[in-house]
């Protein structure tokens, strides 16, 4: 799977908006763009994918660039229950590869 | 909301025994994983299973690992002769659809697996 990068950590305020960022510029194009999140003691989650055009589902939003080198997951109102790790993978035929993610905390 | 269980939950085991970690994915699902997790490291992938056999696996899927679908149900990871570094966190997962590379994979809890 093509390598992503993203921010070690991010911080933010309860009941506000998160942009996550992901850069994956070497992405081919027959790589979709996946998010899960693992909360503290638990298994990975998944959160959200998209391919090429931007993805809205219950949890949150996949924005995703027009060149498709960068995505950003959008969690529109943060809770304290999404401080998890976030990873951003690029998928293609072979199983999910984990990277190290990014940690979001949750302010109250 | 149908899920992915395991067991045990922990299991604590001396250097050079058998451990035998088990699964049972969601019950329509075609797809199983094994995956692990030392603490503080990287989700790690082990093994992927399809159609009654190991369909891909990483290097840390050595000669001492070894998968099985005993019936309909359960999934299981087999390490026969552990090591300390084997300790970690092993997650089972279920993929239903044949897509590689859409399906949403849906992990358990975690099996802790601690050799002394």
């Known amino acids: 799977d093509a390598k992503t990068t993203q921010p070690n950590s991010m911080e933010s305020n309860e009941e506000e908006p998160v942009h996550l960022p992901c850069n994956h510029s070497t992405i081919s194009g027959t790589d979709y763009i996946h998010w899960y999140r693992q909360l503290p003691s638990q298994g990975p989650e998944y959160v959200i994918h998209g391919l090429t055009s931007n993805v809205n589902n219950r949890m949150a939003s996949l924005a995703i660039a027009e060149d498709r080198k960068s995505s950003t997951l959008i969690l529109h109102r943060a809770t304290l229950r999404d401080a998890a790790v976030y990873y951003c993978i690029l998928r293609g035929n072979t199983p999910l590869v984990f990277g190290k993610g990014t940690r979001l905390s949750v302010i109250a | 909301e149908p899920e992915v269980t395991q067991t045990p939950s922990h299991q604590v085991t001396q250097m050079g025994q058998e451990v035998i970690l088990r699964c049972v994915p969601i019950s329509n699902h075609l797809y199983f994983y094994w995956y692990r997790q030392i603490l503080g490291q990287k989700v790690e992938f082990l093994v992927s299973?399809?159609?009654?056999?190991?369909?891909?696996k990483s290097e840390i899927f050595d000669d001492q690992f070894s998968v099985e679908r005993p019936d309909g149900s359960n999934f299981t990871l087999k390490i026969r002769s552990t090591k300390l570094e084997d300790s970690a966190m092993y997650f089972c997962?279920?993929?239903?659809?044949?897509?590689?590379?859409?399906?949403?994979?849906?992990f358990g809890e975690g099996s802790r697996l601690t050799v002394l």
């Open positions: 997962a279920s993929k239903l659809g044949l897509a590689t590379n859409t399906g949403e994979l849906f």
């Open positions: 299973f399809y159609n009654n056999e190991i369909s891909e």
